[in-house]
């Protein structure tokens, strides 16, 4: 289920970052001769004035072809010939290259100001908790009784000991059922994602350095509940997370490539598509909002990477633009092609080592 989910989202993405540059070619008068939802091989198509749209039979995302974007296929002597994609003026260009990631951007936002109107899983003081909050872990104690046993992100349903229980705890009741089972296993009900399961754990001594004879069992707790926006905050909520997500991705990336240089690069912290797979399910076990919020960290993620001044992504095609601009002369082809085809080397290299690490982490 995962996987399907994998490929949705990403059909999706891709599906609008091509949007992009076809309503951007088409606005700027470039001649569209091809929209195609999935890769060839061609199910079947339709002709709709110059443009034919067309289905084909791998799904996983979309494609636009202009007219003229490969210069050698231009014949001089066509009388379309103004309307060529290397015919039509820089700006045009370049509006058309930076479309797709302006969609990828727009559409993140959308997701972010839907997950603000549907209700998104807020922390909230115990004392001003609805009672619609459940308690969660945020985090495990290294080396505490519970590691490696429940992840943050769980839900504690109940606990059990001695023959007490206590049902949807917050957490002062959890921590006093924990002093007053110090010397008894407790079983501790949650739910992650979609599955519920139960543990038992004895509680310890000395894992809080405030009070080292407090019996606990190391776990951080948070009581969290869906609070929904309204109209203006969901806009300012969605504004302020496009931002922030959009600095963030960035600043990461430029470290990544940074350290790459150096030879101190952490790839272990990056995912490829096999770990996004796994992100992705996770992230629809907790919910649609979850799911949505995670789509949208995607598409941001898909338009910073294209931006990047490398042959082959937008950005690099962009570079070629702006070289053509300031010398007001065409780049050899036979160049362009050469060096597109060393920066997909490149990037199908990186994508190498990046599942393979992903591939590392499952084993």
Do not use: C
Not at 122 to 128: F, I, N, Q
Not at 251 to 270: E, N
């Amino acid at each position: 289920m995962s996987v399907i989910i994998f490929f949705l989202v990403l059909f999706v993405l891709i599906l609008v970052h091509e949007w992009g540059h076809f309503i951007a070619a088409k606005k700027t008068g470039m001649r569209v001769d091809e929209f195609g939802i999935g890769f060839p091989p061609k199910l079947f198509g339709v002709k709709k004035g110059e443009t034919e749209y067309t289905l084909n039979s791998l799904p996983i995302g979309g494609f636009v072809r202009i007219y003229g974007e490969n210069p050698e296929s231009v014949d001089g002597h066509d009388s379309d010939i103004a309307r060529a994609f290397g015919s039509r003026p820089k700006w045009a260009q370049a509006v058309v290259l930076v479309a797709g990631v302006t969609m990828n951007v727009i559409f993140a936002w959308l997701l972010f100001f839907g997950t603000a109107i549907l209700g998104i899983p807020t922390a909230v003081e115990e004392s001003g908790a609805s009672s619609e909050a459940v308690l969660y872990i945020s985090g495990v104690l290294p080396n505490g009784p519970l590691q490696n046993l429940i992840k943050p992100g769980s839900q504690i349903l109940s606990l059990e000991s001695n023959g007490q229980e206590l049902v949807n705890p917050k957490p002062t009741t959890f921590s006093q059922f924990i002093q007053n089972n110090a010397d008894n296993d407790v079983v501790i009900t949650y739910r992650y994602g979609s599955e519920e399961a139960s543990l038992t754990v004895r509680p310890a001594v000395g894992l809080i350095p405030d009070d080292a004879n407090k019996a606990a069992v190391g776990v951080s707790l948070a009581m969290v509940e869906t609070q929904s926006a309204g109209f203006l905050e969901a806009i300012m909520s969605a504004s302020s997370q496009t931002y922030n997500g959009l600095v963030a991705i960035t600043t990461g990336l430029f470290t990544l490539l940074g350290q790459s240089l150096t030879g101190t690069a952490d790839f272990s912290q990056v995912a490829g598509p096999v770990g996004i797979v796994g992100m992705v399910g996770d992230a629809a076990d907790f919910g649609i909002t979850a799911l949505l919020t995670f789509t949208a960290m995607i598409s941001l993620n898909l338009a910073v990477i294209n931006m990047l001044p490398v042959p082959a992504l937008d950005g690099g095609r962009l570079v070629f633009v702006a070289i053509e601009a300031v010398t007001r002369r065409p780049i050899n082809p036979v160049w362009t092609g050469r060096v597109n085809l060393i920066g997909f080397a490149l990037l199908m290299l990186l994508m190498v080592v990046v599942t393979w690490n992903d591939i590392a982490r499952l084993l």
